[in-house]
């Protein structure tokens, strides 16, 4: 079952509207989350970012985030759900092709989840990846459907035999087609702000929470294609992969080449806090 608005209805029943301005324009956002066990992995942390989303890009919301709550959880149940992803996304509306805001649309929300297991493979052996020119907007902590540019790269990436793509502007380190990035230098870790040129990833929060619990020193600062390079451990981290250890970087390998000690603890702290129920 699909949720439309605030319908479930099979997925062969969803009428879109070729209007849809997320059809013209990718003019919409979107969440995706975790679902393990059967419950939402984190849900406060992806409705703040949605809501955020939202505002900046001057969508309303067409539901309370306690209603959405409501509606995400019942789809969930519907489907059965145990281990899978939630994807939810909410358009400017159907309205002639016009660039302004349109006067009348409302705004279009769209659900489906799908189970999918954990990446126990990457999580356990880590993937390869390539640098790529980073060449998105300025707004890249907006969760907007805009992502031609993370498609190409994500593409370009696995044309080389890699699985991902490290993005870097001018040098320096961004984030990757769809995770957030991190370093492990001397025991200490580091990752880009969260400013406008990454998006604040639920996973990277989770991330430097389990760091300070675990006290591994972290810094939020960006670093360069060079201290990438002479990294001794490199993982990225999403809803979907977890903490995935990056073990080669342009075909040379990152430290030993194999997931390093610090990754692996974080690994294992996240594997306990996603086993103990976490439905915040
Ligand atoms: N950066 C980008 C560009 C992404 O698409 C994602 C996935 N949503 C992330 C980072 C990681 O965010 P999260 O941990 O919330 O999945």
Known sequence: MYLYQHEFLPKD?????????GYYFGDGIYEVFRVY???????????????????????????????LDGLLRQLIELNKLSEGIVYMQITRGAAERTHAF????????????SELARPLQALEHGIAAVTADDIRWL??????????????AKQAALD?????????RSGTVT??????????????LRT?????LILHGITRAVVLRLAAELHIPA??????????????????????????????????????????????????????????GNDG
């Open 175 to 188: 984030e990757c087609s769809s995770s957030n990035i991190m370093i492990v230098k001397d025991g200490e």
């Open 37 to 67: 066990n059967g419950m939402l992995f984190e849900p406060a942390g992806h409705y703040e970012r949605l809501e955020r989303s939202a505002r900046d890009v001057r969508i309303s919301l067409p539901y309370s985030i306690d209603r």
């Open 219 to 276: 810094k939020e600062e960006a670093f360069t294609l060079d201290d990438l390079n002479n990294a001794d451990e490199v993982f990225l981290s999403s809803t979907t992969m977890e903490i995935t250890p990056i073990v080669s970087i342009d075909r040379k390998p990152v430290g030993s080449g194999a997931p390093g000690p610090v990754t692996r603890k974080l690994q294992s702290a996240f594997e306990h806090l996603i086993g103990s």
């Open 13 to 21: 029943e969803l009428r879109i509207s070729s209007d849809d301005r």
């Open 139 to 152: 707004r890249c902590d907006l969760k907007t459907l805009n992502l031609l540019p993370n498609v190409m």
């Open 160 to 168: 080389q035999g890699a699985q991902d793509v490290i993005f870097h």
């Open 102 to 113: 349109p006067k009348q649309a409302e705004p279009i929300l769209t659900a489906y989840c």
């Open 192 to 196: 880009h702000p969260a400013n406008h």
